[in-house]
């Protein structure tokens, strides 16, 4: 019966998908004439998680993405120890439906037989680009921390790079690499064609304030594998203090206009991952379905707007 009633609502939803989508026009970026912004725009697989393959592919296909940034991890669209056998069936759905798998999302952090999997499965697929997992820092030693994690990123670099992967690292705060100097001292001593970043303007900025992100866009820009898109902005709460509270694009503190037009100078061609990471509201599976549709809407047409504006 639980199966019966979690099918039902998977089709209710790709249909709900569908219907919002109607306003929705393609990823294409540009009015007319040449579109200088390189595709793909990608819907980050994390946010639906209640939908197999087929459905996963079928949605972002509806709302009109280009391609998926999928989760090879645990709790996600594919568990990583059986990334030989269902990477495979999971791109084919994919791109069944005319679009692609430029990246892939993982936990992965070292040269592990799992990576090793991983990686061979995805270089089997031509998958491009892989995100790697988070090293934490204990804040004991940072520069030995550091050592540790860039050894560490080294070793899976190498192995990436023998299945033809480039892995850029997600600058996300709280973690090593947060300030995004600290993983610039171990990419450098690595091949820019192999070793590179993931890079995430809302970490940036939170790290960074008002100048700090353009520091660690220019830094980063040489190397920049793929982008994350998200908003936030800080709350202050009365029980923890002042907090990083995720909302809905251009509703928090990340300059876009600023951020889209040095994309454009640096002549950006990588995959974007938009991401709906705050609230979502819902007091049941159907209302919260539809209101992901409805957010994932709305973050898509700003997006597209702003790259309209910055590369037209």
């Known amino acids: 019966m639980e199966d019966a009633v979690r099918d039902l609502n998977r089709r209710e939803f790709v249909r709900a998908v569908g219907t919002a989508a109607l306003g929705i026009t393609g990823a294409g970026v540009a009015a007319g004439g040449e579109d200088r912004f390189s595709r793909p725009l990608c819907i980050f697989s994390k946010h ?9 592919a079928a949605t972002a296909k509806s709302l009109g993405f280009d391609g998926i940034d999928l989760t090879v991890r645990r709790g996600g669209h594919v568990a990583p ?56 820092y204990k804040l004991v030693d940072v520069r030995r ?88 902005f800080w709350e202050k709460t009365a029980s923890a203090g002042w907090r990083r509270r995720m909302c809905p694009l251009g509703q928090g503190m990340v300059d876009w206009q600023a951020y889209f037009k040095l994309l454009a100078q640096v002549n950006y061609k990588g995959p974007i991952s938009l991401h709906v990471e705050y609230d979502i509201p819902g007091t049941t599976p159907r209302e919260r379905q539809e209101n992901t549709i409805a957010a994932v809407r709305q973050d898509f047409a700003f997006l597209k707007a702003r790259i309209r504006e910055a590369f037209a």
């Open 81 to 136: 120890e059986k990334a030989a056998a269902d990477l495979p069936l999971a791109v084919a759905e994919i791109r069944s439906v005319g679009l692609s798998v430029p990246m892939i999302t993982t936990e992965v952090l070292s040269a592990t037989s799992v990576a090793k999997e991983i990686c061979s499965a995805a270089g089997k697929l031509s998958i491009p680009f892989l995100k790697p997992g988070y090293y934490r």
């Open 145 to 232: 921390e550091l050592e540790e994690a860039g050894k560490q990123f080294a070793e899976l670099a190498g192995l990436a790079k023998q299945s033809g992967i480039r892995v850029g690292y997600h600058n996300h705060a709280d973690y090593l690499g947060a300030p995004i100097w600290d993983m610039t001292k171990i990419l450098d001593g690595l091949d820019p064609q192999w070793a590179g970043y993931y890079f995430d303007i809302c970490h940036a900025v939170t790290e960074g304030g008002s100048a700090g992100w353009k520091i660690a866009f220019n830094l980063a820009a040489p190397r920049i594998f793929m982008i994350a898109i998200k908003d936030f």
């Open 48 to 56: 639906f998680p209640e939908l197999g393959w087929a459905d996963l």
